[in-house]
């Protein structure tokens, strides 16, 4: 039951767009502008920095709230502190699916980086401070937000398994893998040298 709890509620506050919601209130479709991706990346590309971190907080946030709400509602039972890990990232595969194929955007959504932030920073400090490190350190180093995502990636899912076991990091081995998927164009335009830079996205104000 706490199963289906955890990806009911994660997948509805996952279908929460920031890129929907100030695409609305600046009457711009971002999904299908720009590099045609509906998040903060993109937002920045086409609005600037300012917009930008709006969605990138409100993305972040709702992968943040969404794991405390389930935490909240299985902490009111006893379930044993493992399995409310497991919950915990159930709920944030499914604020991911919800962020990645929204029922509000046509299944059609973003690719889920700023959620998995606001994911980790719920689930254990350590395991936040590290990948967002990892994050901040390899897009700084490449000029390239997609390396950076890897990295977070990968940090994820050596430390929840150094952390929590085996059955949470195959739960982020499922996200890791879409997360590749979802950027594989991304990894294109990098391989041709067309993949947009981070400090070009930052020159519009």
Same mark, same amino acid.
């Given at each position: 039951?706490?199963?289906?709890?955890?990806?009911?509620?994660?997948?509805?506050?996952?279908?929460? @767009?920031?890129? =929907?919601?100030? /695409?609305?209130?600046?009457?711009?479709?971002?999904?299908?502008?720009?590099?045609?991706?509906? !998040?903060?990346?993109? #937002? #920045?590309?086409?609005?600037?920095?300012?917009? /930008?971190?709006?969605?990138?907080?409100?993305?972040?946030?709702? /992968? #943040?709230?969404?794991?405390?709400?389930? =935490? &909240?509602?299985?902490?009111? +039972?006893?379930?044993?502190?493992?399995? =409310?890990?497991?919950? $915990? &990232?159930?709920?944030?595969?499914?604020?991911?699916? %919800?962020?990645?194929?929204?029922?509000?955007?046509?299944?059609? /959504?973003?690719?889920?980086?700023?959620?998995?932030?606001?994911?980790? *920073?719920?689930?254990?400090?350590?395991? +936040?401070?590290?990948?967002?490190?990892?994050?901040?350190?390899?897009?700084?180093?490449?000029?390239?937000?997609?390396? !950076?995502?890897? +990295?977070? &990636?990968? $940090?994820?899912?050596?430390?929840?398994? &150094?952390?929590? %076991?085996?059955?949470?990091?195959?739960?982020? *081995?499922?996200?890791?893998?879409?997360?590749?998927?979802? @950027?594989?164009?991304?990894?294109?335009?990098?391989?041709?040298?067309?993949?947009?830079?981070?400090?070009?996205?930052? =020159?519009?104000?």
């Amino acid at each position: 039951m706490y199963s289906v709890i955890s990806l009911f509620i994660g997948y509805l506050i996952g279908c929460i @767009h920031g890129s =929907q919601l100030i /695409g609305n209130y600046k009457k711009i479709d971002i999904k299908n502008t720009g590099v045609k991706n509906a !998040g903060a990346s993109n #937002t #920045t590309i086409l609005l600037g920095w300012k917009y /930008g971190i709006i969605v990138a907080i409100i993305d972040i946030f709702k /992968g #943040t709230f969404a794991v405390l709400l389930v =935490q &909240y509602i299985v902490g009111l +039972a006893d379930i044993a502190r493992e399995d =409310q890990i497991i919950f $915990a &990232y159930l709920t944030g595969l499914a604020v991911i699916l %919800g962020h990645d194929y929204p029922v509000t955007m046509k299944f059609g /959504g973003g690719k889920g980086t700023a959620s998995l932030i606001g994911i980790v *920073l719920a689930i254990d400090w350590k395991l +936040a401070l590290i990948s967002i490190l990892m994050l901040i350190v390899f897009t700084l180093l490449t000029d390239y937000l997609v390396i !950076g995502v890897l +990295a977070m &990636y990968l $940090a994820v899912f050596l430390l929840t398994f &150094y952390l929590f %076991g085996l059955v949470p990091s195959l739960i982020v *081995l499922i996200l890791f893998m879409l997360s590749i998927m979802k @950027h594989m164009e991304n990894y294109k335009r990098i391989i041709k040298k067309e993949e947009r830079k981070l400090s070009s996205m930052f =020159q519009k104000n």
